[in-house]
């Protein structure tokens, strides 16, 4: 006789069986939480208690903070030349890690951002909508470097809003090298979108990227992006507790072309409180590498998820070191320098000069 099996029994079984195919042994006995469906890697960690890198790209916006309410006025007509003044202030490195706005690193693989400001001096409010082309002048006229002005869809389609007394910034970002002797002073030639002349803007430093030609057999030229317009950043309270971290980079010594490499960063949470990984940051990963004749420059930026599956906090007063990959670019030939950027990225974090680094090396 066959004696019928009891529902409780029936209902345990199958939830033990459940349990087993859904538990992450590396989070602890008795843990049912899933993989996360934007992470790919189990929740440990490397012998010596790094944390293992993960190839998880992110969206460009995925780590800002919460967009605010951007002006709009649909009355406002394009912005005009002869109501506009404007100028750059400073050059900013992305190598720079001392926090110091004007001050330069001036060493192979330059490149300099900046931040044209540009005031509407009228009574009328204007937009600003579309591609800027954006050139460099001296006194002896156009500045003879490579110009480019194209932008994404998004930023055809932004439209920035001027008020009377308001400003909005266009951002520049000029690769080195730059060999040439400036003739007096330079200033910005905006072409405005939609029409609207030619706003002349003086430039109010001297510093330049640098005339250094490692790995470059000819001459080599610079270069001038430029964005599209956007409101200035207004000032807010910056709260995300990563602000406390300091990062330290521990570099790559050599690679070669096409290699995936592995440098290091240590998070070091100074406080005697431990800061928690919620939400989970990102990084901000740059490769940049000279070009010239016949010799293709590198210029990419790549956003990265932080692995923190394995890891939930920094601990007070501790740190927690995180493996981070790297691709060098295949066209790249034995002796070129590759210089590499990296940056912590959260909502509300601003660009801590302590949460971002650099280094370079030499292709093998």
């Known amino acids: 006789m066959i004696r019928p099996v009891p529902l409780l029994a029936c209902v345990v079984s199958l939830l033990l069986l459940a349990g087993c195919g859904a ?8 843990s049912t939480e899933p993989l996360p469906p934007t992470v790919s890697a189990p929740a440990t960690l490397l012998p010596d208690g790094t944390v293992p890198w ?11 903070t919460p967009p605010r309410e951007r002006r709009t006025d649909p009355d406002a007509g394009p912005c005009r030349a002869g109501q506009l003044r404007g100028e750059l ?19 192979p693989g330059g490149k300099l951002i900046g931040q ?20 460099l002048r001296d006194r002896n006229g156009e500045v003879p470097i490579n110009y480019s002005h194209a932008i994404n869809q998004e930023g055809r389609q932004r439209v920035t809003i001027v008020p009377p007394g308001e400003s909005a910034t266009l951002r520049l970002d000029w690769t080195g090298p730059f060999c040439r002797q400036v003739d007096g002073g330079l200033e910005l030639a905006i072409h405005l979108p939609e029409g609207g002349g030619e706003l002349r803007a003086p ?15 000819s001459r080599s030229t610079s270069h001038l992006s430029a964005s599209a317009f956007d409101e200035p950043a207004r000032e807010t309270a910056m709260d995300s507790p990563l602000r406390v971290l300091k990062a330290t980079l521990e570099p790559v010594t050599t690679g070669k072309a096409g290699e995936l490499v592995t440098y290091h960063v240590r998070l070091a949470n100074p406080t005697g409180k431990a800061v928690p990984l919620d939400p989970c940051p990102g990084y901000l990963q740059e490769r940049f590498s ?3 004749h016949q010799v293709a420059a590198v ?21 927690v070191r995180f493996a981070m990959g790297l691709r060098i670019p295949a066209e790249m030939a034995p002796g070129r320098e590759l210089s590499v950027d990296w940056r912590l990225l959260a909502p509300r974090l601003a660009g801590e000069s302590g949460l971002r680094g650099g280094f370079e090396f030499t292709v093998g």
């Not at 538990?23 to 008795?30: C, D, E, L, V, Y």
């Not at 993960?54 to 800002?64: I, R, S």
């Not at 430039?203 to 057999?217: A, E, F, I, S, W």
């Open 54 to 64: 993960v190839d998880e790209p992110a969206g460009e916006n995925e780590f800002n």
């Open 299 to 319: 210029n990419e930026s790549e956003f990265y998820r932080l692995n923190c599956r394995p890891v939930r906090e920094i601990p007070a007063n501790g740190s």
């Open 203 to 217: 430039v109010r430093t001297d510093t330049t990227p640098p005339c250094n030609q490692v790995g470059v057999k």
């Open 116 to 135: 044209a400001e540009v005031t509407n001096t009228g009574q009328d409010t204007c937009r600003l909508r579309g591609e800027v082309d954006t050139r």
């Open 89 to 107: 202030t400073s050059w900013l490195s992305p190598s720079n890690t001392d926090g110091g706005e004007h001050t330069v690193r001036a060493e």
């Open 23 to 30: 538990r992450n042994p590396a989070a602890g006995t008795g």
């Open 290 to 292: 000279l070009g010239g």
